[in-house]
């Protein structure tokens, strides 16, 4: 692939956790979260993107998101479960979007806010309509998801790189 090709980014951030005396990394879905995991799956797959690669965090509410968002999906992307997602500063976000390969043209990262949020708002150099102001507006709320687009090679993805061209939420 061309490192001019057109690229999509999905960030998704987890369903709605409890809050339970489980650490903060073990934290299951609470019962919303459970119901609205496979609404923001079966938003995804009304995208019509075909993901090439997913990146979910180790934490057990993004592990539970991704398992019951992707049954909706029509195939299911290779799946890399990495650690350092959680707890990732937005430099770090970044710096592991730029590790992505060539070969990837559409990539789905399940993760945490502040990060997703963050990271959308640092990569959206441009965004279509309303949808920037909406972003900034909720805060990206739990099973939100934003989807950007850039063209180049994802060793050169930067602030302001991309545009915004989707942000959905469950309950908008």
Not at 40 to 45: K, N, P, S, T
Request: aromatic share 6%.
């Amino acid at each position: 692939m061309s490192v001019d090709t057109p690229r999509r980014i999905v960030l998704l951030r987890h369903a709605k956790a409890d809050w339970n005396q489980e650490s903060d990394h073990e934290r299951p879905l609470a019962e919303r979260g459970r119901a609205d995991a496979p609404v923001a799956g079966r938003r995804l797959a009304e995208t019509g993107i075909a993901f090439d690669l997913a990146l979910c965090s180790t934490a057990t509410r993004t592990r539970e998101t991704w398992k019951l968002a992707v049954q909706a999906l029509p195939a299911r992307p290779k799946t890399v479960y990495e650690d350092r997602l959680y707890e990732a500063s937005l430099g770090e976000l970044i710096a592991l979007l730029n590790e992505t390969s060539e070969d990837v043209s559409d990539l789905l990262v399940i993760g945490h806010n502040p990060g997703m949020h963050a990271l959308a708002d640092a990569l959206a150099g441009q965004s279509e309509g309303d949808v920037l102001p909406r972003l900034n507006r909720s805060g990206f709320p739990t099973s939100a998801f934003a989807v950007l687009t850039f063209n180049g090679s994802w060793k050169s993805l930067e602030h302001g790189a991309g545009r915004l061209v989707d942000f959905w939420t469950p309950h908008a």
